[in-house]
């Protein structure tokens, strides 16, 4: 009886992860295709710091490029910042495992971070300029034509909310844009998909997970709290999260109040009645119209 039990779990198991991978698959494809994320001939550096959201980035675009209608390089990138306890094997193995061609970038930025920002101070600031610049640097000395990181559906969001709630600012975090020094394109190609779904399939895949011994071990930051609330909101009122990534690919400039992107000052009424346009005097938007799509498959529960 226990076996047939087994038996019968693992074959449950095995559906949830083939529907799982189909999904991400998906969503990760359907990122690159309508945001140009690859074109023939790229070599694309996939950043991989040892988290659960850059080995499934380098995962699944190992898969699509098997299947992908173009044909692109893929690189590995690791930049071992020498934090203390470090385990440097376990990536190289990995990639050696896994058969991608990969480069290990050492830097001690650790004792620069450490050095220079005070004792319980946020060091994410820091750390994330400092690693920019090493792998931009990295990718002109690969020839990298793109830089992939693992930024997902969530991150996204509460990229969002954090400009919103502390910087007073109406800013996301692109999937897809030219870096600062403007010599490289920047691509996130988990935009669509979700947290969950990348943790559920780390446990799948057996991803050799290694935690951040700096920003991961700082838990009052201001983002962990933006995404501790916004999972709460996903938890009593299912689909939020989704809604506000859509939200993002919807934007009214004449409903906001940036003067640099709607004429305000110089509106005149044109006497031709528009079907569409704003109801000045209702009191609320619960009739918001025919809903709206964009090119993405918002999370379900199924393939």
């Known amino acids: ?67 992908a209608p173009i044909d692109f390089e893929i690189v590995a990138v690791n930049l071992d910042q ?38 319980g101070a946020t060091m994410c600031s820091l750390c994330s300029r400092l690693r920019r610049g090493i792998l931009y640097r990295v990718a002109s000395e690969l020839g990298a034509t793109k830089i992939a990181l693992g930024h997902h559906r969530d991150d996204i969001v509460v990229t969002l909310l954090m400009n919103m709630f502390f910087g007073g600012r109406l800013k996301g975090m692109p999937p897809k844009l030219v870096s600062d020094d403007g010599r490289h394109v920047v691509i996130r190609p988990l935009a669509y998909v979700a947290e969950s779904d990348l943790a559920r399939w780390a446990q799948v895949r057996q991803y050799p997970i290694i ?25 009593k009122y299912p689909g939020r999260i989704d809604n506000m990534l859509r939200a993002m690919a919807h934007v009214t400039p004449s409903h906001l109040l940036d003067r640099n992107l709607h004429p305000f000052s110089t509106l005149q009424p044109t006497g031709v009645a528009d079907l569409m346009g704003d109801r000045a005097f209702d009191e609320d938007d619960e009739d918001c119209g025919p809903p709206v799509t964009i090119p993405f498959a918002p999370r379900t529960d199924t393939a």
Not at 38 to 52: R, Y
Not at 219 to 231: E, P, S, V, W
């Open 1 to 67: 009886m226990n076996a047939m039990n087994d038996a019968a779990a693992a074959k449950k198991a095995a559906f949830e992860a083939n529907k799982l991978a189909k999904r991400l698959h998906r969503q990760v494809g359907e990122a690159i295709a309508g945001f140009n994320m690859i074109d023939s001939g790229d070599k694309v550096m996939v950043c991989l710091s040892g988290g659960k959201d850059s080995y499934a980035l380098l995962d699944i675009l190992m898969g699509l490029r098997q299947r």
């Open 82 to 119: 020498k934090q203390p306890g470090f385990p440097a094997h376990v990536l190289p193995e990995y990639l050696a495992r896994v058969g991608v061609p990969f480069h290990i970038e050492t830097q001690d930025t650790y004792a620069v971070v450490k050095r220079l920002i005070p004792e």
């Open 211 to 235: 935690p951040c011994t700096l920003c991961g071990s700082q838990g009052n930051l201001q983002r962990a709290q933006t995404k501790a609330m916004i999972h709460e909101w996903e938890r």
